[in-house]
């Protein structure tokens, strides 16, 4: 079954809590709650997450927010969890008692592989490489904190960040041959379109000979090039 509940009184200016009464979960059962959070003009997002109820005590896991809803794939992506013990047990919080594991729902990524992290799977800190993954994709991260015979799990959707699109690029005049100091050039990006506004357009050259050289990579391209000039829009 279904419930709703609406944040009446928020805990804070950019947050709300919502807390159900001890006895209102059955064991055995897996639950889904999902929050939306809107605008007065009805912009709205949402977000998700499932508990799976087991009788007994079970450590604490949680997973903590990114300042961003979007993160950059050409960026570290950076995740801090924490476990500790059921309550009550352990003199430090059962933070050394508690084992950690990071996993992901993609299995082409391997989390134990220091080509992939540089911080292993098994600590509270993730950290996954630039460039692992994929613009655009969206990856759910699972931190798993295992007390004894019991585990208990928190999961973390991750949205990566994807390059503007559709747009076209146009050089005027056409001829490759142009008079310096005397031939007026105009570069010209349109129809360029992206989920995040503003977008911000940078104009910049290269020596043709090196445009040219199929060997030469993105990143040399990019390091040799002369900004002309930026503008958002």
């Known amino acids: 079954s279904a419930d709703q509940a609406a944040c009446a009184v928020p805990a804070a200016p950019d947050s709300c809590e919502w807390q159900l009464p001890s006895g209102s979960l059955t064991a055995g059962q897996l639950?889904?709650?999902?929050?939306?959070?809107?605008k007065p003009d009805g912009e709205a997002a949402s977000t998700s997450v499932q508990v799976s109820v087991q009788s007994g005590a079970l450590p604490a896991v949680t997973i903590s927010p990114l300042a961003q809803p979007k993160q950059n794939p050409t960026s570290r992506l950076i995740l801090?969890?924490?476990?500790?013990?059921?309550?009550?047990?352990?003199g430090d919080g059962g933070a050394s008692s508690?084992?950690?594991?990071?996993?992901?729902?993609?299995?082409?990524?391997?989390?134990?592989s220091p080509r992939v992290t540089t911080t292993s799977n098994t600590g509270s800190c993730l950290v996954v490489r630039a460039g692992i993954l994929a613009a655009g994709a969206t990856y759910a991260f699972t931190?798993?904190?295992?007390?004894?015979?019991?585990?208990?799990?928190?999961?973390?959707?991750?949205?990566?960040?994807?390059?503007?699109y559709g747009g076209d690029f146009t050089l005027q005049p056409s001829a490759p041959v142009v008079r310096a100091l005397s031939t007026p050039v105009l570069m010209a990006a349109s129809?360029?379109?992206?989920?995040?506004?503003?977008l911000l357009y940078s104009f910049s050259y290269v020596a043709a000979s090196l445009a040219a050289n199929s060997s030469a990579s993105l990143e040399a391209i990019e390091a040799a090039a002369k900004p002309l000039a930026a503008?958002?829009?």
């Open 31 to 38: 639950y889904a709650f999902s929050m939306t959070v809107s």
């Open 80 to 90: 801090f969890g924490h476990g500790a013990s059921p309550a009550g047990v352990g």
């Open 98 to 112: 508690v084992s950690l594991k990071w996993s992901i729902d993609d299995g082409a990524i391997d989390l134990a």
């Open 143 to 164: 931190l798993c904190a295992t007390f004894g015979s019991r585990s208990a799990c928190a999961t973390m959707r991750v949205q990566m960040n994807a390059p503007p």
């Open 191 to 198: 129809q360029w379109q992206d989920d995040d506004a503003p």
């Open 231 to 233: 503008r958002s829009m």
